[in-house]
């Protein structure tokens, strides 16, 4: 059993479809040019999970599009000690038309290691907050809490079982981003990334940047 084991209470992952933008209310880094699957660190115990669906879909032309929903967020999700859990998207989209119907009304659930659907959420239930700031690979991230004190979290239970709690663990802690690089530096880190970058990670950041300009 390797260390990051022993440590981590829960690994919650998501598949590249669902973009996990915040834990607790707070915003957590994301990945740009993010794997198949992204594992984060959890503490054990109750927590709200935002996320919103989205895909990527090329077209025979050539084109692609990028579609994306409203924020979806599970409240009130039990993950117990020592347990993996993953994100669904709960009667997934196999085209582009199913795709847009999906973008609309989202169903995100969690399953825990048995396959087993432990809550879910229909529909997105949250209004856009500034959760923007993004890493450029996707990796583990350890949200588990570094102090003791709990917070209490009013909000409804998605969960599907009939245990509710009414605390969570503390916020989720996020480590200070570097801000002393130089300009020419993060230029010549965007280069490399993309001389490095294979043909899939490229497309996705190009719809990236689509995105971006289009939210402007």
Do not use: C
Not at 28 to 55: C, M, P, T, W
Not at 91 to 114: W, Y
């Amino acid at each position: 059993m390797t260390g990051t084991i022993v440590h981590a209470d829960v690994m919650i992952t998501a598949p590249e479809e669902i973009d996990v933008v915040a834990i607790n209310d707070q915003e957590i880094s994301g990945g740009l040019f993010s794997a198949s699957e992204n594992r984060y660190k959890l503490d054990a115990g109750v927590h709200n999970i935002s996320v919103r669906y989205k895909q990527l879909f090329e077209h025979r032309t050539g084109e692609h599009d990028v579609l994306k929903s409203d924020i979806v967020t599970l409240n009130q999700v039990q993950l117990q000690d020592g347990q993996n859990y993953k994100l669904t998207l709960v009667g997934a989209p196999s085209n582009f038309e199913e795709g847009k119907t999906f973008a609309e009304q989202p169903t995100v659930g969690v399953e825990n290691a048995q396959g087993q659907l432990i809550a879910k959420q229909i529909g997105a239930n949250s209004k856009a907050k500034p959760w923007l700031s993004k890493g450029l690979f996707g990796s583990v991230m350890d949200l588990r809490s570094k102090d003791d004190e709990p917070k209490n979290v009013s909000t409804q239970s998605s969960m599907i079982s009939a245990q509710t709690a009414k605390t969570v663990p503390p916020a989720v802690q996020t480590q200070p981003v570097t801000q002393n690089a130089t300009a020419s530096g993060k230029a010549q880190q965007l280069i490399q990334l993309w001389q490095s970058a294979t043909p899939q990670e490229r497309q996705k950041f190009t719809a990236w940047l689509a995105e971006q300009a289009t939210n402007q």
